[in-house]
């Protein structure tokens, strides 16, 4: 099986996790602005893009407020006219590392002091 490893934000009060998935629409025009701010917007993940302005992408946080608060920074990109949610899951976190155990799943919590984990992605 293939090793797959899993970042999660370093929060050891951390009781959930929450992933959400949205389709992002943006003028055509503005396309390419969009997918530039979409990649660099922290806990943002496109996973497909349209150039007709559609964007698929996962949002990954530890709370619902946090996702929210995503969403609402993704509206104010320019271009962006709406985001409509497709799915939201949240499970407990001890949990995620009981799954990921199960699956294969290496999960690595990036910390300052180990810089080297904060390069690892989905």
Same mark, same amino acid.
């Given at each position: 099986?293939?090793?797959?490893?899993?970042?999660?934000?370093?929060?050891?009060?951390?009781?959930?996790?929450?992933?959400s998935?949205f389709?992002?629409?943006?003028?055509?025009?503005?396309?390419?602005?969009?997918?530039?701010?979409?990649?660099?917007?922290?806990?943002?993940?496109?996973?497909?893009?349209?150039?007709?302005?559609?964007? +698929?992408v996962?949002?990954?946080? =530890?709370? $619902?407020?946090?996702?929210? !608060?995503?969403? /609402?920074?993704?509206? &104010?990109?320019?271009?962006?006219?709406?985001?409509?949610? +497709?799915?939201?899951?949240?499970? =407990?976190? $001890?949990?995620?590392?009981? !799954?990921?155990? /199960?699956?294969?799943? &290496?999960?690595?919590?990036?910390?300052?002091?180990?810089?080297?984990?904060?390069?690892?992605t989905?």
């Amino acid at each position: 099986m293939k090793d797959k490893t899993i970042q999660q934000h370093a929060n050891p009060t951390q009781d959930e996790v929450h992933i959400s998935s949205f389709i992002v629409y943006s003028k055509p025009d503005a396309f390419a602005n969009v997918a530039q701010a979409l990649r660099f917007t922290q806990g943002v993940e496109v996973h497909a893009e349209d150039p007709a302005g559609k964007f +698929v992408v996962t949002i990954e946080g =530890d709370s $619902s407020k946090r996702i929210l !608060d995503v969403v /609402e920074n993704i509206g &104010r990109i320019p271009g962006v006219f709406n985001t409509a949610m +497709v799915y939201h899951q949240s499970i =407990d976190a $001890s949990a995620a590392d009981e !799954d990921a155990e /199960e699956f294969g799943i &290496r999960v690595v919590v990036p910390t300052d002091d180990n810089p080297e984990l904060n390069q690892v992605t989905h």
